[in-house]
C-alpha cells in the first residue's frame, strides 16, 4: 500500500493550490440528511434531481428520453490525482442517466450538504446516445459550515450528440469545495461546458475530456468569482486523440478583496491527431489591488499538422471607459458593473434558453451587488 498524502506546491498541477496547507481538517464522512433544502438556483420547468449528503433522493417521474437509474463504484478513469483517487474510494452510489432523443427540459442535479460539518462524496455517470441532445445543470450549496464536497461527473457523448453541460457552485463560504468533470467524445460530438465559482472559501474544479472521434467540437468555458478569503482554482487537461477535432476554451476570472483565482489550461494533441484547431484563452478582470489571478496555459503537440494556440491577460477596470460612462450621468459603481458584465456576456451568451439564461445572470448579478 502507498501512502501519497495531499498534495503539495512541488506537485505541478497543485501548484498554486498546495492542498496540504490549505486543507488542514477533513470532517467525518456524511450522515443522512434529515431535510434537504429547496435547490439553491431554480430554473422553471427543469426536471430535478437531488442528491443530498451523497444520498440520491428520490425524483418525480422523468420527462420522455430520461433513464433514471442507479450504479456502484467509480465513475472516473484511473489517474494519478488525488481528488479522483479519494472519490473512487468513498464514493457509495452512483447516480445514472441515459439520455435519448431531444430531451427537451433541462436537467438539474442539485447537490446539497447539509447539516453539521461532513465530508460528503458523490458521482453521476451521463451516457447522451447517438443524436441526442439535452442541456444538463448541477448545482452545489448547503449549509454554512466546513463542509468539504468532493464531486464527480463522467459524461459520455454518442456520435453526433449535442450537450450542454453546466456547473454552479453556489456553496457557502465556511465550505470546501472539489468537483471532477470527465468528458468522452466520439465522432460528430458537440459539447460546450460553463463552470462558475461563486461560492464556498476553498474551491478546485476539474476538467478531463478526451477526443477519441473525427469530426468531435467542444466549447468549454468556465467563470471564477472570487473575494474576501476565497481560493478558487480551475484545473483543466483536453486531449485531441482523433484527427479533425476541434476545441476553443475561454476562461474569465474576476477578483476583489484579498482573494486568489487560479486557471491552469493544458491542451494535448497526441501523435496521429492530424487537422486539430484548438485554442485557449484566459482573461482575469481585478478589481482589488489585493486579488491575485494566476494563470498558466500549456500546449503540447506531438501531431505535426494543426493550428493550435494559447493566450493570457489581466488587468483593471479602464479608466478611461468608467470616465466615459460617469460623463453620461451613470454613477462610478454602476459603471464598474456595467463593464464587468460585459466583460463575462462572453460566457453566458452562448447558453440558449431563456429561463436558463436568466438564472446563470442572476448568480454574477449576486455576486456584484455581495449576495
Not at 453546466?166 to 463560504?173: C, D, G, P, T
Not at 476538467?207 to 468556465?222: I, K, L, Q
Not at 459603481?333 to 466583460?343: D, N, P, S
Request: proline share 2%.
Amino acid at each position: 500500500m502507498t501512502v501519497a498524502g495531499l498534495p503539495t506546491r512541488r506537485v505541478e498541477s497543485y501548484h498554486y493550490t498546495d492542498l496540504k496547507t490549505l486543507l488542514r481538517v477533513v470532517p467525518p464522512l456524511a450522515k443522512a440528511a434529515s431535510q434537504a433544502s429547496a435547490p439553491a438556483l431554480r430554473v422553471a420547468g427543469a426536471f430535478q434531481l437531488m442528491i443530498a449528503n451523497g444520498a440520491i433522493q428520490s425524483s418525480t417521474a422523468a420527462p420522455a428520453g430520461v433513464i433514471v437509474g442507479h450504479a456502484k463504484g467509480s465513475v472516473l478513469s484511473k489517474r494519478d490525482d488525488v481528488l479522483v483517487h479519494l472519490n473512487g474510494a468513498f464514493a457509495k452510489d452512483c447516480l445514472t442517466l441515459t439520455l435519448e432523443g431531444n430531451v427537451d427540459p433541462v436537467i438539474q442535479i442539485d447537490h446539497c450538504t447539509e447539516g453539521d460539518a461532513a465530508h460528503v462524496v458523490d458521482s453521476l455517470k451521463i451516457f447522451v446516445a447517438d443524436n441526442a441532445s439535452a442541456v444538463i445543470l448541477e448545482t452545489f450549496s448547503g449549509s454554512d459550515t466546513a463542509h468539504i464536497g468532493n464531486h464527480a461527473s463522467y459524461l459520455a457523448l454518442g456520435k453526433n450528440a449535442i450537450v450542454t453541460h453546466i456547473m454552479v457552485n453556489l456553496s457557502a463560504k465556511a465550505t470546501t469545495h472539489f468537483a471532477t468533470n470527465e468528458y468522452a467524445l466520439v465522432a460528430g460530438a458537440k459539447l460546450r461546458t460553463l463552470t462558475i465559482h461563486a461560492g464556498a472559501a476553498l474551491s478546485r474544479s476539474q476538467v478531463f475530456a478526451r477526443f477519441a472521434g473525427e469530426g468531435a467540437h467542444a466549447d468549454f468555458t468556465g467563470l471564477n468569482l472570487v473575494e474576501d478569503g476565497q481560493h478558487n482554482d480551475i484545473t483543466i487537461d483536453i486531449r485531441h486523440g482523433a484527427a479533425h477535432t476541434t476545441s476553443q476554451e475561454m476562461y474569465k476570472q474576476i477578483a476583489r478583496g484579498r482573494s486568489k483565482a487560479v486557471f491552469q489550461g493544458k491542451i494535448v494533441v497526441e501523435r496521429d491527431a492530424q487537422k486539430v484547431d484548438a485554442k485557449m484563452m484566459m482573461q482575469g478582470l481585478m478589481l482589488s489591488d489585493q486579488a491575485e489571478i494566476f494563470s498558466k496555459p500549456e500546449l503540447e503537440i506531438y501531431a505535426d499538422d494543426v493550428v493550435c494556440g494559447h493566450g493570457s491577460t489581466c488587468g483593471k477596470l479602464d479608466e478611461d471607459s468608467i470616465f466615459y460612462l460617469m460623463s453620461r450621468g451613470i454613477s462610478k459603481v454602476e459603471a464598474e458593473i456595467m463593464l464587468v458584465r460585459g466583460f463575462i456576456a462572453e460566457v453566458l451568451d452562448p447558453i440558449e434558453g431563456e429561463a436558463l439564461n436568466e438564472a446563470l445572470n442572476s448568480v454574477v448579478d449576486g455576486w456584484l451587488q455581495g449576495v
